[in-house]
């Protein structure tokens, strides 16, 4: 299960989502979630599902790894469309049987909240899927660039950022290899109630945070070896170059955030 877990991986090609400039995807993908959250109505979420399906077809990812990430959150966005099922009030009554009350604003509610996190995982998923760790960790330092006249250590949070989804699927992996390890010495990690199955992840997560730890300090030597010293003194042998397709995806992106906005604004 945690092997279908795909987020932070980075998928190499040559599509046109692949050669945008990281930093305009970057801006994409903030527009994008603003537009996913911006209203209330399913109006509000035509024009986040219209980018996402965009940049689906455009990036040639395919959709199974996509889904295999999804899937595995499946269960959560059960809980939460359940939540807001049952504690929602308001609207026509739906469902009603002694104390329990199922109203029309709260299964509308649900299904929009499971639609935008549906669309949300599949949009921004397609950030790391699309764009090398050097290239994202280089637009993030790109568009924080101004912050370092207030002296704050923009290539340092950007290196961080970076080398924290990167670290997502490693550390994910390194899981599922302790528990089926875990498994093999007769493990459970399936039976007995809530408490007890809290209890069973111990021994793993002692081990996890081990392992992490010395990873960090593997990576720590990697890069003193390689006379890493930060921004200091630091050139690129890439750098960023915006090209027509960029511009022409920011304004078909500010098209679909203005149209979104005066949406909201009417209804």
């Known amino acids: 299960m945690l092997k279908d877990i795909t987020i932070g991986q980075f998928f190499p090609g040559d599509s046109a989502v692949h050669k945008m400039d990281a930093r305009f995807k970057l801006c994409m993908t903030l527009l994008f979630i603003v537009m996913l959250f911006m209203g209330k109505h399913l109006y509000s ?14 990036s040639k990812i395919p959709f199974r790894l996509i889904w295999k990430s999804i899937r595995v ?5 059960a809980v939460t469309a359940v939540l807001d099922i ?7 009554t739906v469902f009603k049987w002694h104390f329990i009350e199922i109203t029309s604003d709260g299964v509308k509610t649900a299904l929009l909240m499971v639609i935008r996190i549906l669309v949300l995982l599949a949009g921004t998923s397609l950030l790391t899927y699309t764009t090398s760790p050097i290239a994202l960790t280089d637009a993030i330092e790109r568009l924080l660039n101004p912050l370092k006249k207030i002296h704050v250590p923009v290539h340092a949070f950007a290196m961080m950022m970076t080398i924290a989804l990167r670290f997502i699927p490693t550390l994910l992996e390194e899981t599922d290899k302790i528990m089926t390890a875990q498994k093999a010495r007769g493990a459970s990690f399936s039976e007995g109630n809530l408490l007890q199955r809290a209890r069973s992840l111990v021994p793993i997560l002692v081990p996890l945070f081990v392992s992490a730890f010395r990873r960090a300090e593997e990576l720590a030597t990697a890069m003193e070896c390689r006379c890493y010293r930060g921004d200091v003194g630091r050139t690129k042998m890439r750098q960023l170059k915006a090209a027509g397709r960029d511009y022409a995806a920011m304004a078909v992106t500010l098209i679909l955030f203005g149209t979104a906005l005066v949406v909201k604004i009417i209804f």
Do not use: R, S, T
């Open 45 to 58: 979420l035509i024009f986040g599902i219209v980018f996402c399906v965009l940049a689906l077809v455009l």
């Open 73 to 77: 959150l499946l269960p959560i966005l």
């Open 86 to 92: 049952f504690l929602i009030d308001g609207g026509d």
